[in-house]
């Protein structure tokens, strides 16, 4: 994933605006004064526009490094839960029926139904009420 904006920039962005305003100003002209400002005073009141974007981009790329940070402590947070879930299984006084486990969000091994005893317990018709009658023909 490349962080470089090899976009074109947009030519009606205010910063495409400023940039086209100030070089020719400071290019051809750099002493006179336009609206009653000189072109430092200009670039003083554009200078927040300016500034504010660059935070943002700043803020931006802070965010993506947080996010690729946080997915990797979930993934340690993954391992570590699932070694003590299984130090919890294995362990002699407590094991895969314990009260603990249960409280975790776990199905205790006792209680656990086989897919064969459930699928022989559910009907394998559906009831008589439940049957659609035969279509009949029109003529």
Avoid: H
């Avoid at 004064?33 to 554009?46: C, I, N, Q, R």
């Avoid at 002699?92 to 064969?116: C, H, V, W």
């Amino acid at each position: 994933m490349s962080t470089t904006n090899t976009a074109v920039p947009n030519p009606t962005s205010i910063v495409t605006r400023i940039a086209s305003l100030t070089t020719p100003w400071a290019d051809m002209l750099p002493e006179n004064k336009f609206s009653g400002m000189t072109l430092a005073e200009f670039k003083t009141g554009v200078a927040p526009s300016l500034d504010i974007r660059q935070s943002v981009a700043s803020l931006r790329a802070q965010l993506k490094a947080q996010i690729g940070a946080q997915r990797d402590a979930d993934k340690t947070s993954r391992l570590l839960c699932a070694r003590v879930v299984s130090a919890v299984r294995a362990d002699q006084t407590l094991g895969p029926n314990s009260t603990l486990y249960r409280a975790m969000g776990f199905i205790p091994t006792d209680e656990r139904k086989s897919p064969r005893a459930a699928a022989a317990q559910s009907p394998q018709t559906a009831p008589a009420s439940q049957v659609a009658p035969p279509a009949t023909k029109l003529s």
